[in-house]
């Protein structure tokens, strides 16, 4: 089982994430392959069998880095292939019912874009929540992602 883990980081917040995401999977025997959005060679991407994807949280969407490189991918066939959307932001204060719609999640447009090229979400997005525009990351973040990695590891090896 081959993991691809793409993100876009403008702080190094995302980057960590993704880092400790992959530690999980990598401890739940998973091979994983870690590259920000620049690195991608977009004719590999069909070549993994998981792919997580990444990014900031930039003005309530995605940041430019995650659109360029989601707009590389969106014609590659990726049908079936398993899935899981992730993202950095700061804590929402906004009514969730009332305005869903403006949600500051990158990953629920992420999960969204992956879902519209056929992949299968294995877990639901999460968020990893910064303090202030630039971070640090919440205490016990990073943690909380390796287990999420552990956990999608699990579910992968279970496929």
Do not use: C
């Not at 899935?83 to 009514?95: E, P």
């Not at 629920?108 to 294995?122: N, V, Y």
């Not at 630039?134 to 279970?158: A, T, Y």
């Amino acid at each position: 089982m081959r993991a691809l883990l793409v993100y876009h980081s403008m702080f190094g917040n995302t980057r960590s994430i993704a880092e400790s995401l992959g530690r999980g999977l990598e401890e739940a025997g998973i091979e994983v392959v870690l590259l920000g959005t620049q690195e991608v060679v977009v004719s590999e991407v069909a070549g993994y069998d998981f792919l997580a994807v990444g990014g900031p949280t930039h003005m309530i969407g995605l940041s430019k880095g995650m659109k360029e490189f989601l707009q590389k991918i969106k014609h590659i066939d990726l049908k079936g292939k398993a899935g899981f959307a992730f993202d950095t932001r700061a804590q929402s204060r906004m009514n969730k019912r009332r305005w869903w719609f403006l949600e500051n999640s990158a990953a629920r447009r992420i999960q969204g874009k992956l879902r519209r090229m056929k992949l299968r979400i294995i877990r639901e997005r999460e968020s990893a929540i910064v303090s202030g525009r630039e971070g640090p990351l919440r205490q016990n973040e990073e943690e909380r992602f390796v287990e999420i990695g552990r956990e999608l590891g699990s579910i992968l090896q279970d496929l």
